[in-house]
T-cell receptor, first 111, second 114 residues
Framework: QQKVQQSPESLTVSEGAMASLNCTFSDGTSNNFRWYRQHSAKGLEVLVSIFSDGEKEEGRFTAHLNRANLHVSLHIREPQPSDSAVYLCAVIGTNTGKLTFGDGTVLTVKP | DPKIIQKPKYLVAVTGSEKILICEQY?????MYWYRQSAKKPLEFMFSYSYQKLMDNQTASSRFQPQSSKKNHLDLQITALKPDDSATYFC?????????????FGEGSKLTVL
Protein backbone atom coordinates (compact mmCIF):
# COMPACT_ATOMS: atom_id res chain seq x y z
CA GLN A 1 0.00 0.00 0.00
CA GLN A 2 1.31 3.41 -0.99
CA LYS A 3 2.77 5.47 1.84
CA VAL A 4 3.24 9.20 1.43
CA GLN A 5 5.19 11.17 4.01
CA GLN A 6 5.72 14.91 4.13
CA SER A 7 8.32 16.99 5.88
CA PRO A 8 8.62 19.20 7.73
CA GLU A 9 5.37 19.06 9.68
CA SER A 10 5.41 22.81 9.92
CA LEU A 11 7.51 25.54 8.37
CA THR A 12 7.73 29.25 9.03
CA VAL A 13 9.38 31.55 6.50
CA SER A 14 9.60 35.28 6.04
CA GLU A 15 7.77 36.95 3.23
CA GLY A 16 9.87 36.79 0.09
CA ALA A 17 12.12 33.92 1.22
CA MET A 18 11.92 30.64 -0.68
CA ALA A 19 9.82 27.92 0.98
CA SER A 20 10.70 24.28 0.30
CA LEU A 21 8.48 21.35 1.17
CA ASN A 22 9.33 17.66 0.83
CA CYS A 23 7.38 14.51 0.10
CA THR A 24 8.51 10.89 -0.11
CA PHE A 25 6.47 8.01 -1.48
CA SER A 26 6.88 4.25 -1.32
CA ASP A 27 5.65 2.98 -4.71
CA GLY A 28 8.43 3.52 -7.23
CA THR A 29 6.09 2.81 -10.15
CA SER A 30 3.98 5.91 -9.37
CA ASN A 31 4.01 8.44 -12.17
CA ASN A 32 1.45 11.06 -11.23
CA PHE A 33 2.09 13.55 -8.43
CA ARG A 34 0.16 16.58 -7.27
CA TRP A 35 0.56 19.34 -4.77
CA TYR A 36 -2.55 20.85 -3.20
CA ARG A 37 -3.06 23.77 -0.87
CA GLN A 38 -5.73 23.90 1.82
CA HIS A 39 -6.61 27.15 3.51
CA SER A 40 -8.38 26.86 6.83
CA ALA A 41 -12.01 25.74 6.46
CA LYS A 42 -11.69 25.67 2.68
CA GLY A 43 -11.42 23.02 0.02
CA LEU A 44 -8.27 21.89 -1.68
CA GLU A 45 -6.73 23.91 -4.48
CA VAL A 46 -4.44 22.14 -6.92
CA LEU A 47 -1.13 23.95 -7.38
CA VAL A 48 0.96 21.82 -9.69
CA SER A 49 0.92 18.34 -11.20
CA ILE A 50 4.07 16.53 -12.34
CA PHE A 51 4.37 13.28 -14.26
CA SER A 52 8.05 12.87 -15.15
CA ASP A 53 11.41 13.40 -13.49
CA GLY A 54 12.61 16.98 -13.47
CA GLU A 55 10.74 20.11 -12.65
CA LYS A 56 7.39 21.66 -13.45
CA GLU A 57 6.62 25.30 -12.82
CA GLU A 58 3.21 26.87 -12.34
CA GLY A 59 3.61 30.54 -11.50
CA ARG A 60 5.47 30.84 -8.19
CA PHE A 61 5.15 27.11 -7.50
CA THR A 62 7.74 24.64 -8.79
CA ALA A 63 7.62 20.89 -8.26
CA HIS A 64 10.73 18.70 -8.53
CA LEU A 65 10.38 14.98 -9.03
CA ASN A 66 13.09 12.35 -8.56
CA ARG A 67 11.46 8.96 -8.81
CA ALA A 68 14.70 7.05 -8.23
CA ASN A 69 14.88 8.71 -4.80
CA LEU A 70 11.11 8.38 -4.28
CA HIS A 71 11.00 12.10 -3.68
CA VAL A 72 8.95 15.04 -4.88
CA SER A 73 9.32 18.57 -3.57
CA LEU A 74 7.50 21.88 -3.84
CA HIS A 75 9.28 25.21 -3.89
CA ILE A 76 7.37 28.43 -3.42
CA ARG A 77 9.09 31.51 -4.76
CA GLU A 78 8.48 34.86 -3.01
CA PRO A 79 5.85 33.53 -0.60
CA GLN A 80 3.25 35.94 0.71
CA PRO A 81 1.32 35.82 4.01
CA SER A 82 -1.70 34.73 1.93
CA ASP A 83 0.23 31.55 1.07
CA SER A 84 -0.04 30.48 4.70
CA ALA A 85 -1.95 27.20 4.52
CA VAL A 86 -1.58 23.43 4.73
CA TYR A 87 0.22 21.97 1.71
CA LEU A 88 -0.64 18.42 0.74
CA CYS A 89 1.33 16.05 -1.45
CA ALA A 90 -0.71 13.46 -3.33
CA VAL A 91 0.48 10.46 -5.34
CA ILE A 92 -1.51 8.33 -7.77
CA GLY A 93 -0.62 4.67 -7.78
CA THR A 94 -0.01 3.31 -11.27
CA ASN A 95 -1.94 0.13 -10.62
CA THR A 96 -4.68 1.48 -8.38
CA GLY A 97 -5.39 4.84 -9.97
CA LYS A 98 -6.05 6.08 -6.43
CA LEU A 99 -4.84 9.30 -4.92
CA THR A 100 -2.95 8.86 -1.64
CA PHE A 101 -2.31 11.99 0.42
CA GLY A 102 0.43 12.85 2.86
CA ASP A 103 -0.27 14.38 6.28
CA GLY A 104 0.53 17.85 5.07
CA THR A 105 2.96 20.64 5.92
CA VAL A 106 1.64 23.71 7.71
CA LEU A 107 3.28 26.74 6.13
CA THR A 108 3.27 30.09 7.87
CA VAL A 109 4.57 33.12 6.00
CA LYS A 110 5.44 36.05 8.25
CA PRO A 111 5.30 39.62 6.93
CA ASP B 1 -18.15 30.89 -7.33
CA PRO B 2 -17.61 27.38 -6.05
CA LYS B 3 -18.27 24.76 -8.71
CA ILE B 4 -18.65 21.94 -6.21
CA ILE B 5 -21.26 22.72 -3.60
CA GLN B 6 -21.36 20.84 -0.34
CA LYS B 7 -24.11 21.22 2.24
CA PRO B 8 -24.16 21.73 5.09
CA LYS B 9 -20.79 23.28 5.78
CA TYR B 10 -21.01 22.43 9.49
CA LEU B 11 -23.21 19.98 11.31
CA VAL B 12 -23.49 18.53 14.77
CA ALA B 13 -25.17 15.17 15.40
CA VAL B 14 -25.78 12.93 18.36
CA THR B 15 -24.48 9.38 18.59
CA GLY B 16 -26.82 6.92 16.91
CA SER B 17 -28.50 9.42 14.61
CA GLU B 18 -28.34 9.64 10.82
CA LYS B 19 -27.17 12.45 8.57
CA ILE B 20 -26.95 13.09 4.84
CA LEU B 21 -24.17 15.17 3.33
CA ILE B 22 -25.08 16.80 0.03
CA CYS B 23 -22.76 17.29 -2.93
CA GLU B 24 -23.48 18.84 -6.32
CA GLN B 25 -20.90 19.61 -8.97
CA TYR B 26 -21.33 22.04 -11.84
CA UNK B 27 -18.16 21.20 -13.74
CA UNK B 28 -19.81 18.70 -16.08
CA UNK B 29 -17.65 15.90 -14.70
CA UNK B 30 -18.45 12.22 -15.01
CA UNK B 31 -16.64 10.99 -11.91
CA MET B 32 -17.33 11.96 -8.31
CA TYR B 33 -15.63 10.99 -5.06
CA TRP B 34 -15.88 11.25 -1.31
CA TYR B 35 -12.84 11.76 0.91
CA ARG B 36 -12.62 12.06 4.68
CA GLN B 37 -10.20 14.15 6.71
CA SER B 38 -10.11 13.23 10.38
CA ALA B 39 -8.07 15.02 13.01
CA LYS B 40 -4.38 14.18 12.74
CA LYS B 41 -4.91 11.83 9.78
CA PRO B 42 -4.25 12.28 6.08
CA LEU B 43 -7.07 12.87 3.65
CA GLU B 44 -8.53 9.43 3.03
CA PHE B 45 -10.34 8.10 -0.04
CA MET B 46 -13.81 6.66 0.64
CA PHE B 47 -15.78 6.14 -2.60
CA SER B 48 -15.60 6.81 -6.31
CA TYR B 49 -18.48 6.92 -8.76
CA SER B 50 -18.41 7.13 -12.52
CA TYR B 51 -21.56 7.81 -14.53
CA GLN B 52 -23.54 7.28 -11.33
CA LYS B 53 -22.12 3.81 -10.76
CA LEU B 54 -19.97 2.80 -7.81
CA MET B 55 -16.43 2.16 -9.02
CA ASP B 56 -14.52 1.77 -5.79
CA ASN B 57 -15.32 1.54 -2.11
CA GLN B 58 -12.57 1.81 0.48
CA THR B 59 -14.92 2.29 3.42
CA ALA B 60 -15.28 -0.82 5.53
CA SER B 61 -18.48 0.21 7.25
CA SER B 62 -21.86 -0.18 5.55
CA ARG B 63 -23.04 2.75 7.67
CA PHE B 64 -21.67 4.95 4.91
CA GLN B 65 -23.83 4.85 1.79
CA PRO B 66 -23.30 7.11 -1.23
CA GLN B 67 -26.41 8.06 -3.19
CA SER B 68 -26.40 9.39 -6.74
CA SER B 69 -29.81 10.62 -7.89
CA LYS B 70 -28.38 12.62 -10.79
CA LYS B 71 -25.17 12.59 -12.73
CA ASN B 72 -23.87 15.69 -10.94
CA HIS B 73 -25.00 14.64 -7.45
CA LEU B 74 -23.29 12.35 -5.00
CA ASP B 75 -24.71 12.51 -1.50
CA LEU B 76 -23.34 10.58 1.47
CA GLN B 77 -25.72 9.05 3.98
CA ILE B 78 -24.22 8.10 7.33
CA THR B 79 -26.29 6.02 9.73
CA ALA B 80 -25.82 5.04 13.39
CA LEU B 81 -23.34 7.87 13.85
CA LYS B 82 -20.39 7.42 16.21
CA PRO B 83 -18.03 10.02 17.71
CA ASP B 84 -15.21 8.51 15.58
CA ASP B 85 -17.15 9.61 12.48
CA SER B 86 -16.33 13.21 13.39
CA ALA B 87 -14.36 14.56 10.45
CA THR B 88 -14.52 16.88 7.50
CA TYR B 89 -15.97 15.11 4.49
CA PHE B 90 -14.87 16.35 1.09
CA CYS B 91 -16.64 15.73 -2.17
CA UNK B 92 -14.54 15.84 -5.35
CA UNK B 93 -14.99 15.35 -9.06
CA UNK B 94 -12.96 14.77 -12.20
CA UNK B 95 -13.73 14.69 -15.89
CA UNK B 96 -11.99 11.37 -16.48
CA UNK B 97 -10.00 8.91 -14.41
CA UNK B 98 -7.40 10.37 -12.11
CA UNK B 99 -4.49 9.22 -14.22
CA UNK B 100 -5.46 11.74 -16.87
CA UNK B 101 -7.90 14.07 -15.16
CA UNK B 102 -7.50 16.71 -12.50
CA UNK B 103 -9.36 16.30 -9.23
CA UNK B 104 -11.38 19.24 -7.92
CA PHE B 105 -12.62 19.47 -4.35
CA GLY B 106 -15.55 21.08 -2.60
CA GLU B 107 -15.05 23.06 0.60
CA GLY B 108 -16.07 20.18 2.82
CA SER B 109 -18.74 19.38 5.39
CA LYS B 110 -17.45 19.34 8.94
CA LEU B 111 -19.32 16.76 11.01
CA THR B 112 -19.11 16.62 14.79
CA VAL B 113 -20.72 13.67 16.53
CA LEU B 114 -21.38 14.11 20.25
Amino acid sequence: QQKVQQSPESLTVSEGAMASLNCTFSDGTSNNFRWYRQHSAKGLEVLVSIFSDGEKEEGRFTAHLNRANLHVSLHIREPQPSDSAVYLCAVIGTNTGKLTFGDGTVLTVKP
Amino acid sequence: DPKIIQKPKYLVAVTGSEKILICEQYLGHNAMYWYRQSAKKPLEFMFSYSYQKLMDNQTASSRFQPQSSKKNHLDLQITALKPDDSATYFCASSQEGLNTGQLYFGEGSKLTVL
